[in-house]
């Protein structure tokens, strides 16, 4: 008999001619769909050893119309919240036995829109959406179009009857006001993400009703906007804190108010001794900041982790109306919030 050297790619037939048997008895022995004699048995596994036969996941799917392949599209990987969701994501689908497929947007429409369509010709079983990016409108219609199970985390999308998980970004933005008006501040300045993201518009609403329950009139002038990074956060702290009266920044995420810790120090200002500065999404490397980041929200694995699940709850009990999985957010108090001064900007 001739034979094959392992390192070339074997199909079944090939491990049928070396076990000398048919190949649908291999199929019978490798899928254990039909019982066959205990010498055809070892025949067949020691072939496939030999031969370093490994069945295809692409003709699988084909027969079963399931790749066990979730899509995750999510707009900037380097953004730590972002690695973190997809890790517990990634955890999740580990445990159920499922791989994983990521696409990285960039927060750029186009590149999502081809990321999209990737994963339908990847024939992924189900789709994990993290703030998506661009036309809403076009966005929500390539999706219906697509017809395939569907969980939008972080950001709604309106006009698209999605599954969704995200966290309470309003009672979130007010238990950070809340916890630095019980220290004494009143001059609070609110660094809010991109206003056409639903998730930044929360957040400051949740900053004005929480000052207005203090009875603090919310100052136009303290609410700053731009996007999700640290060197925004670190320009936008220097412009609210140069005006010598502000004691306290609220921060639209963690990101954003690390770069406003790096501006407090440059102007001379020590944290939390002449400013407090309190961040959101609850992300790791904020413990790590100087000083330690106070922040609010949920544990961002735990997010991935949920929207995972209910993904494949989905793929396994399709449901006749979308679920809404509203997460709490906490408040993690560290060493970068602590007691107003008595004059602001001084220590």
Known sequence: MATRSPSAASTIKHVAA????????????LNGTRRVSDDARRRVEQAARELAY?????ARALKN???????????????PF???????IEDCC????????????????????KYLQTLVE?????LLLAAPAGDTEHL????????????VIDRELPGLPANLVHVDHHAGAKLAVQHLVALGHRRIACLSGPSNF????????????????AGIAPDAGLWLEGDFDAAVGHALARQVLARGDVTAIVAGNDLMAIGALRAAAELGLAVPQAVSVIGFDSIDLGAYAYPPLTTVGHRIGAIGEAAASLLLQVLEQPASAPAEVKLPAYLVERASTGPAPRKAGRP
């Open 18 to 29: 070396r076990a000398g048997v048919s190949y649908t008895t291999v199929s019978h022995v």
């Open 54 to 58: 490994a069945p295809s996941a692409v």
């Open 65 to 79: 119309s399931r790749t066990r392949m979730l899509g995750v599209l999510v707009p900037n990987i380097t953004n």
């Open 82 to 88: 972002f690695a973190e969701l997809t890790r517990g």
């Open 94 to 113: 580990h445990r159920a036995e499922y791989a994983v497929f990521l696409c990285n947007s960039d927060d750029a429409p186009e590149r999502q829109a």
């Open 122 to 126: 990847r024939r992924v079983d189900g």
């Open 140 to 151: 929500v219609q390539r999706l219906q179009a697509m017809h395939v199970p569907l969980v």
């Open 198 to 213: 639903a998730v930044s518009r929360l957040r400051a609403a949740g900053w004005r009703e929480a000052l207005a329950a």
